[in-house]
């Protein structure tokens, strides 16, 4: 199983677990306004270790075209599949929010389309 690590916090979770939803179970209250459907980008975290290629494409085209790519992901669109230690970007907390948002479902959403950020990117 892999561990998700933030901070001095850590805990094993299933395979296949959304990121987002894994953050949640730490008590750390990550944006998610648009639900996790790759709209809003409140969900953003940094990676320190175990960051996957892999991405939605949903993801790489909303980094894209936010100007994000390679600085940040978004933890709605990424599933546990090895140990990963990051850093949430927007909380509830630091941008002062009455919620974080629509809980998002325990399935990636929208379908997920594999790809990488360099495919989308023409890197």
Do not use: N, Y
């Not at 901070?7 to 008590?27: C, I, M, N, P, Q």
């Amino acid at each position: 199983m892999p561990t998700l690590t933030v901070g001095d916090v850590s805990k094993e979770f299933a395979e296949g677990t959304r990121l987002v939803l894994a953050l949640e179970a730490l008590g750390i209250d990550i944006g998610h306004r648009c639900g996790g459907k790759a709209r809003c980008t409140t969900c953003r975290v940094t990676f320190e270790a175990g960051e996957p290629d892999a991405a939605t494409r949903a993801e790489a085209e909303k980094l894209i075209d936010k100007g994000l790519a390679g600085e940040a992901r978004l933890s709605c669109q990424i599933v546990l599949d090895r140990d990963m230690t990051v850093a949430p970007v927007m909380t509830k907390q630091s941008e002062g929010w009455t919620d974080t948002g629509p809980a998002p479902a325990a399935e990636i959403e929208p379908e997920p389309e594999w790809t990488t950020l360099a495919a989308v990117s023409g890197d």
